[in-house]
């Protein structure tokens, strides 16, 4: 009986998303980063009164967030 190595039983195509997935991920953080400096600085804006003040900070924020989680992410998968 041999015995079958991992992914070696699916499709060409379920092969071909577990291989994107980390890299799917990477660019989910640096949305997900930057949506949430954006959201966050809308309803604050909204509530505070500060219009367009802590939008413009927090947008900022959340995109640097967002580019340091995708290039951390990027560089912890190259070392693989």
């Given at each position: 009986m041999?015995?079958?190595?991992?992914?070696?039983?699916?499709?060409?195509a379920?092969?071909?998303?577990?291989?994107?997935?980390?890299?799917i991920?990477?660019?989910?953080?640096m949305?997900?980063g930057?949506?949430?400096?954006?959201?966050?600085?809308?309803?604050?804006?909204?509530?505070?009164?500060?219009?367009?003040?802590?939008l413009?900070?927090?947008?900022?924020?959340?995109?640097?967030?967002?580019?340091y989680a995708?290039?951390?992410?990027?560089s912890?998968?190259?070392?693989?």
């Open positions: 041999s015995e079958k190595r991992e992914g070696e039983e699916l499709s060409e379920a092969r071909l998303m577990r291989a994107a997935s980390p890299y991920s990477a660019v989910w953080k949305v997900g930057a949506a949430v400096g954006v959201l966050g600085g809308y309803f604050l804006d909204n509530w505070l009164g500060t219009t367009p003040w802590l413009v900070a927090l947008s900022v924020v959340g995109i640097s967030v967002g580019f995708f290039i951390r992410e990027m912890r998968l190259g070392k693989r």
